[in-house]
Every structure is written in structure tokens, then in C-alpha cells.
């Protein structure tokens, strides 16, 4: 059942473009990591949760010069727009980047120096496509019908100009060598494949810089150039942690246990990304982790692609009877996305889809288990848990076991970051307890006397399947888990460690005492109706 021992966990989301506001599609990979950044807080890991903005790319730049603003004054209205979405979804990081900082800026330098002390920068020229929306080069062969592939609604730009190159092609043993040494460095498995056939068809350098930008970093020694905005934008991972300013928060934290990315952005996390690293003589990350792609309807959720669902809105049609997305709303949206999609796999959205499932396991399975049990002991025993026999039969036995296997299996998913799977076994947990409930019928033996040992044994293992559930879905409903520590007068699970518990002590059985008070509070997930928006 354990965790094993508490040790450092860094991880990240990709930094996003301003120029864009956040949707599903960012917000589901930002709410990944933050479920998984609460599940290690509750673990007692030393946890480190980072996100932020690219600011310098040419969308950006574009973009703030349609608006008729400088591009500073710009990112300076966009960041704080993206910071303000994540703190009122309950996004949890712990640190935000933005590449316009100095500590970013500073540390960028620091990289390309040591690469070019490693002699892996060369001078050359660039002669080709440009997709802006990648913000990266293509080869005339990998062109559909003249337009990139992820973009196909927006022109190829041609580029030629004189450019710093990093030298990729030296890379491509040393990689594969990687990989194929540590299974877990590409996730999942067919992401890994596809990095692999990649690095075999053979691998460019790349251009590390732009003449023709101007915003951006400038290159070290020669100011006619920019960094190239991804040179720039991975290095967030080592500047964000003291990388050229902090060498021991550096130390401390490098190198990531994951980067949370989404598939469009693979080859610069699992090719160049390393081989950057590599280059200076830095550590790689533990894990690039790759999920699919969310649709709506079937469409792309992309302003460019015609559909644009703020996670806002989502988290406001979870919401009964409000434009404002509650605590509910805000658990529901990050519950029903990772329960959903197998973490991984593409998958597609609707909200009738989701309210089905709203209605199934959160009103019904999850939030009826919760009313029903705490109703009942505050209608049968005041509110007061009652001393179970000292004798364990072996209906209570089967539950003890269930829990710990439940409980086994879900770390297990955690640790490979299959969300779908671990909230698999919590409503295992979660179905055995109503069924326990149901089964036991406390209402039969309240009415007869003799069978109060009976009714104060179902009323003490209700309540604490319910315990201990609290803390297994509060990396999911970190807003209903908070709730129902309270109505069950427990630490709360952000207070675990503060309050001198470990993990394994809030999950082991028998954390309730005889004589412990808990009490009636609001309904967890009030029903939905079907929803009247449709996007
Ligand atoms: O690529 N489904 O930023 P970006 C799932 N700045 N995830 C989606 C998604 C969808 N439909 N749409 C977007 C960039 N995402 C760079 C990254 S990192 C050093 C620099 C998520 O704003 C997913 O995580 O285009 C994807 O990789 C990311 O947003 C792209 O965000
Ligand atoms: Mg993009």
C-alpha cells in the first residue's frame, strides 16, 4: 500500500503562447499536472508545480501590433490574464514563468553559451517553409499540399535569412541510446515508437535563431539575431528552478520528474529538448509524457480552427443554477475530462456526454454516498461515530481488503499517470460502499434493539470508507474533498503533513475513533439538467 518514501517531484506544463486565451485544450493538460502535483503534496514529496507563458514568439508580436500596443505592454496585460484563469480553477503551481522575465532571460544566455562552448552552434543559412502558428521549420516533404500539417488553415511563410544553427544531426545515437535504455523517458508507448522513427529517418540541425525577429532574446554576442522562440521556451524548465541564478534551487530540483505536454509539441520535448541538454552536459528529465488531444464535436479546439471553449464556460455549465462555476463545477470539469479520456488517447467532448456522467457518478454514486452516510449518523447516533465490535466478521475483513487492494492499485495508476484507471478503483471503492450500505439496510436495524452492535459496526465502516475516500479524491475534487474533511471534522488533505500525518496514515483503516463528531453539511454535486449550451 505505500507510497514509498517521500522524495523531491518536479514537474511541468508547457509554457503557452499569450497570444491566445487559455481553453480546454491548455486547461486539460494544466489541470493533469495539478491533480498529479496534489497527489505527490499528499504523498509528503517535496513538490514543485510549474507553469507559465511564451511570450516571445511572432504570433505574440503580430498580434500585439494589430492591437496597435507595443508587444511589452501586451504580454503585460495577456500573463496576468492566464495567472488569474489557473488561481480561480483551483490550479495549485507553485511557481509562473513568463520569458519576457530576467531570470528567464538570464539562464536562456547561460544555455547558449555552453552549447556553443560545446561546439554544437555553427553559422549557416536558412532556406525554406515556416509555420508561425509551430513557430518552427519544415521541409518541402513534410508540407501537406503546401501547408503545414497541424495548421493547414493558415499560410506557410518562407524564410531565408543567416541564422545560428544547433547541431541536432550529432545527437541522434546518443538519443536513441536513451530511449531505449529508460523505457519511461517517452510516454506513452506509441509516442515513444514515434520519437524512435523520427531519430531513425535521421535528424536536421536546426536553426537556433531569427534575423528577421525582433522579438525576442538577443543572441550572445551578435544583436542582428533573436533566439529561436523554442531554444527560449523550453529553457523555462531550467531558469524556473535557478538555472543561471540560483545554482543550489537548481541543483535541488533538476532535473524534472515530467513534462506534461500534449502531442503537437513531442519532437521539441523528446528530440530537441534532450539534445539541447545533452549538449550542455545537463541531466534529462525522468519523463516526457505526451496526452492526446481533446475534441469538441469533432472539431480542433483551436481560436484558428473555429472553436474556443474557455474553461470557464465549462465549469459554469457544471454548474446548477449559476453563470459562475462553484466549487462543484470546478471539480466536476477537472473530474469529468480525466475520467473521460484515457490519459494518453485522443478523445472527444460533448456536453451531454459529460452531464450523463455528472449525473451518474458524481450526484449519484459519489455525492449520495456522502449525504446518505452522514445523514444517517447524525439521524441515528447525533452525529457521533459509535464503536464498532471489537471482532472483525467477514463482511467488514472483505471491505478491509478491498480498501487496500483499491488502494495498491490506484497509486500504482498515479505513478503512471493513468488518471482514468485511478479513478477506476476510487469508484470501485466507491460502488462497494453504497453497495455495502444498501446491503446492510442500518434503517431495518435501527428499528430493532437487539441489533445495535450490528447498526453501530455499518455505521462506523460507512463512515470510514467515507474517510478514507476523502483523501483518495482530493487530488481530483480537491473542492469536495475539502468539504467533506470538514463535515467529517478530519485534517484537511492540503493539511495532511502540516497537521503531523503521513499518507499512509489518513488511508490505513481505522482512523475514526468511537465518540468522534462529524456533521451535516451542503449537497457535494447537486443534479444537473441537460445543458442548455451548446458551443
Ligand atoms: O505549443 N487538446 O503553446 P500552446 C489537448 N508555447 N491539449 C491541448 C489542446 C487540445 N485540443 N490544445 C492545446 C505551445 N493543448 C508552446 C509550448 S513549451 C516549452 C512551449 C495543450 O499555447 C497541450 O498541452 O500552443 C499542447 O501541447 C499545448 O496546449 C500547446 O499550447
Ligand atoms: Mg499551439
Known amino acids: 500500500v505505500s507510497p514509498g518514501t517521500p522524495s523531491k517531484y518536479y514537474l511541468t506544463t508547457p509554457i503557452y503562447y499569450v497570444n491566445d486565451r487559455p481553453h480546454i485544450g491548455h486547461y486539460y493538460t494544466t489541470v493533469a499536472a495539478d491533480v498529479l502535483a496534489r497527489y505527490h503534496r499528499l504523498r509528503g514529496d517535496d513538490t514543485f508545480f510549474l507553469t507559465g507563458t511564451d511570450e516571445h514568439s511572432l504570433n505574440v508580436d503580430r498580434k500585439a501590433r494589430e492591437e496597435g500596443v507595443t508587444t511589452r ?28 522575465e530576467e531570470r528567464h532571460k538570464a539562464g536562456v544566455l547561460e544555455l547558449v553559451r555552453r552549447v556553443r562552448d560545446a561546439g554544437d552552434i555553427f553559422e549557416g543559412t536558412y532556406e525554406g517553409p515556416y509555420c508561425v502558428s509551430c513557430e518552427r521549420f519544415y521541409l518541402e516533404k513534410d508540407l501537406v499540399d503546401g501547408r503545414c500539417p497541424l ?27 536513451h530511449i531505449k535504455a529508460h523505457p519511461e523517458f517517452v510516454q506513452p508507448e506509441e509516442r515513444r515508437n514515434e520519437v524512435l522513427a523520427t531519430i531513425e529517418s535521421g535528424l536536421e540541425d536546426f536553426s537556433i535563431s531569427r534575423e528577421s525577429v525582433k522579438w525576442g532574446i538577443p543572441f550572445p554576442d551578435d544583436p542582428t539575431q533573436v533566439i529561436y522562440v523554442w531554444f527560449d521556451a523550453l529553457t523555462n524548465y531550467l531558469t524556473a528552478v535557478g538555472y543561471g541564478t540560483d545554482e543550489e534551487r537548481f541543483r535541488h530540483y533538476w532535473p524534472a520528474n515530467v513534462h506534461l505536454i500534449g502531442k503537437d509539441i513531442l519532437r521539441f520535448h523528446a528530440i530537441y529538448w534532450p539534445a539541447m ?55 466536476a470539469a477537472r473530474y469529468l475530462l480525466l475520467r473521460h479520456v484515457p490519459f494518453g488517447r485522443d478523445g472527444d467532448i460533448t456536453y451531454e456526454a459529460l452531464v450523463d456522467r455528472y449525473n451518474a457518478d458524481l450526484a449519484n454514486d459519489f455525492g449520495n454516498l456522502a449525504s446518505r452516510t452522514l445523514k444517517i449518523l447524525k439521524q441515528y447516533t447525533d452525529g457521533v461515530v459509535p464503536q464498532p465490535p471489537a471482532e472483525v466478521e467477514a463482511r467488514t475483513e472483505a471491505l478491509h481488503a478491498l480498501v487496500a487492494e483499491a488502494t495498491t492499485a490506484f497509486h500504482a495508476a498515479m505513478d503512471d499517470l493513468d488518471f482514468s484507471g485511478a479513478l477506476e478503483q476510487v469508484w470501485r471503492l466507491v460502488g462497494r460502499a453504497n453497495g455495502y450500505i444498501e446491503e446492510s439496510r442500518p434503517w431495518d436495524l435501527r428499528k430493532d434493539p437487539s441489533r445495535e452492535i450490528a447498526l453501530n459496526l455499518v455505521l462506523y465502516n460507512a463512515a470510514e470508507m467515507l474517510r478514507i475516500l476523502t483523501y483518495l479524491v482530493s487530488p481530483f475534487l480537491p473542492g469536495a474533498a475539502d468539504e467533506l474533511a470538514k463535515q467529517l471534522r478530519v485534517p484537511r488533505p492540503m493539511s495532511v503533513h502540516k497537521d503531523g500525518y503521513t499518507l499512509d496514515d489518513v488511508l490505513s483503516w481505522g482512523g475514526l475513533a468511537a465518540g468522534h463528531m462529524t456533521e451535516v453539511g451542503p449537497v457535494l454535486f447537486p443534479r444537473l439538467d441537460k445543458p442548455v449550451l451548446t458551443a
Open 277 to 331: 541538454l545533452l549538449s550542455a552536459g545537463l541531466p534529462l528529465p525522468k519523463t516526457v509524457f505526451a496526452h492526446g488531444f481533446l475534441y469538441f464535436k469533432g472539431r480542433k479546439l483551436s481560436k484558428s480552427e473555429g472553436v474556443m471553449l474557455s474553461p470557464f464556460d465549462l465549469a459554469a455549465q457544471l454548474t446548477p443554477g449559476s453563470d459562475e462555476p462553484s466549487a462543484s463545477g470546478r471539480d
Open 73 to 100: 505592454e501586451f504580454v503585460d496585460k495577456m500573463a496576468p490574464q492566464w495567472q488569474e484563469t489557473w488561481a480561480k480553477l483551483d490550479i495549485s503551481n507553485d511557481d509562473f514563468i513568463r520569458t519576457t
Open 151 to 177: 495548421h493547414p488553415s493558415r499560410e506557410i511563410e518562407r524564410v531565408e535569412e543567416r541564422n545560428f544553427f544547433f547541431r541536432l544531426s550529432a545527437f541522434g545515437p546518443r538519443l536513441r541510446e
